[in-house]
């Protein structure tokens, strides 16, 4: 029996905040998780290969046979029939980088079996692949992404008819599954599609324009007003003025407020009023800080990349540009500082990691779920890095 298994690339740490809790295959950008992408697109079951202290989130079970992907390029049809057709021993390179890889049987799974050199043939993708590199690449490229991704739902997804009591523009770009709920709302389409997943609401009053994604169990609040491309992970509650934002899941900004050209990662909450900055008011070129010093640009708009398990209070202002860490408790006078550490409690003092972990499980009681044994292993594992 062969098994897929979807592996972090070599850069996973430039995707911080995000991927110091989630392997690379469950950054959501589009409509889907990487891992659900090549779900969606090939009907596999899917296994995770990630770093050590993250691998007990992903029991990963044994197989005769592994056929490797790497889960930093974006799938499509095209390099999933690649990919699918490859024999053992045989590999898929893009810029010397391994795309994919059918690992020989009486090889073992290890971190070597990443490496082009465990393969005897190894054949160029010549056609662009899509990369997720940098956590701005998320709701940069996320309109993109969305049209594509909406290309697989249409093939692989029944819709519903459009309720006549909402308005809408190019009701072919609109996919409403069964068991969406949508109010009285209006739905423009015309820039981009939308798709409004099954047990989601659209209360009355809202205002979407596409590319827009809304995921199962998530509410649009009323009167919200969202530009594209926004995507609405699932289980989240999302209110006032979106633009270009991605919420990976389980996260709320269900009050007033503006969040534009953002990522937020899983069980946030903003709270009533916070607001982002996403252009410098000399209109110059944003840069993010990295940890190796380096300064790198990302472009004109830029707004909040706020890591898992993280929350603000109420009218919290985030300077343009800025990166909180993972469970981090954040308020203050004025705007944020632009580099928020992981478990910051205010703008400056440690969160310890006892309230923390209470904390976040008061959070998940609230959707009827526990932090589990493998999520406080990890975070113990992150608190320890912090430097003293």
């Not at 410098?280 to 190796?292: C, E, K, L, P, V």
């Not at 343009?320 to 632009?338: E, M, Q, W």
């Not at 310890?352 to 594992?381: F, G, M, P, T, V």
Request: glycine content about 10%.
């Amino acid at each position: 029996m062969m098994s897929v298994v979807l592996f972090d690339p070599p850069q996973r740490n430039l995707l911080f905040p995000f991927t110091k809790t989630r392997a690379v295959a469950e950054v959501r950008a589009g409509i889907f998780t990487g891992k659900e992408r090549w779900k969606m697109l090939t009907g596999e079951s899917v296994q995770i290969w990630t770093v050590p202290y993250l691998q007990a989130k992903y029991p990963l079970l044994p197989a005769d046979r592994y056929l490797l992907i790497n889960s930093g390029f974006i799938a499509n049809e095209d390099l999933a029939a690649r990919v699918f057709n490859l024999k053992e021993d045989e590999a898929i390179l893009k810029d010397g980088e391994l795309v994919a890889g059918v690992l020989s049987g009486d090889k073992t799974l290890s971190p070597q079996s990443f490496h082009p050199g465990e393969y005897k043939a190894v054949f160029d993708y010549e056609a662009p692949l899509v990369k997720i590199l940098f956590p701005w690449h998320i709701f940069q490229l996320n309109g993109e992404l969305i049209r594509k991704d909406f290309q697989i739902i249409q093939s692989k997804k029944k819709k519903r008819s459009i309720p006549a009591s909402s308005d809408w523009k190019s009701p072919q770009n609109i996919f409403i599954e069964e068991g969406a709920n949508t109010g009285h709302c209006y739905i423009d389409a015309t820039e981009g599609p939308v798709y409004i997943a099954k047990d989601s609401v659209i209360m009355d009053g809202c205002m979407i324009q596409g590319p827009f994604a809304i995921m199962e169990g998530s509410v649009l609040k009323m009167g919200a007003k969202v530009y594209g491309a926004t995507t609405i992970g699932p289980f989240c509650s999302a209110g006032g003025e979106i633009k270009n934002t991605v919420f990976s899941g389980y996260s709320n900004k269900a009050h007033d407020g503006y969040l534009g050209d953002s990522v937020v990662g899983e069980w946030c909450n903003l709270g009533s009023g916070t607001s982002n900055s996403n252009l410098r008011n000399d209109a110059g070129t944003i840069y993010a800080s990295m940890a190796n010093g380096e300064n790198l640009p990302i472009g004109l708009k830029c707004g909040l990349f706020l890591g898992d398990y993280s929350r603000s209070a109420i009218n919290t202002s985030f300077n343009t540009g800025t990166f909180a860490g993972i469970s981090s408790n954040i308020f203050g006078v004025g705007l944020t500082p632009k580099q928020i550490p992981d478990f910051t409690w205010g703008y400056s003092e440690c969160y310890r990691l006892d309230k923390a972990l209470e904390h976040i499980e008061n959070w998940k009681k609230l959707r009827n779920q526990h932090i589990s044994k493998a999520e406080i292993q990890i975070l113990e594992h992150l608190y320890n890095q912090i430097e003293p």
